[in-house]
């Protein structure tokens, strides 16, 4: 018992210890990341700075050029972008039912196989790979 005892104090030791350094860290936080700019010389206002309120804005169109360097434009990537897009159903508002949005058109086009229970992007792709 006494054994059982002694097991749980510094179990919970370990935790308090853990929690106050973790709060400590928080409540300091790193205010030197104040005033960085992306690369278009917008600031960026880190996250915990900012309002628990979120606005959605409509996309601004720029006159300056598009960056690609850090893009992937290999047939492969460009391939995957695509099937990922033509699975999202862009008719309904992504506020209002984010899932439906990013999965909308594959869950209205993908057919359960009778000999499963269920199906996944992943049994897709394996269905693909067996069939080459």
Known sequence: MERRFFL?????GVVAIALSVGLVL???GDRNKV????SYGTDIIPAYQTSSGF???EPKVTSHPVKT???CMTKGCITT???????MDTTVDPC???YRFACGTYLEETVIPDDRTRTSMFSVL???LEEQ
């Not at 749980?8 to 919970?12: M, R, W, Y």
């Not at 972008?81 to 699975?87: D, G, H, P, R, T």
């Open 8 to 12: 749980i104090t510094g179990v919970l």
């Open 26 to 28: 928080v409540i300091r």
């Open 35 to 38: 005033g960085l700019t992306s």
């Open 55 to 57: 606005t959605a804005e």
């Open 69 to 71: 360097e850090n893009l």
């Open 81 to 87: 972008s695509a099937e990922i897009l033509a699975k």
């Open 96 to 98: 209002d039912d984010f």
């Open 126 to 128: 394996g269905d693909k």
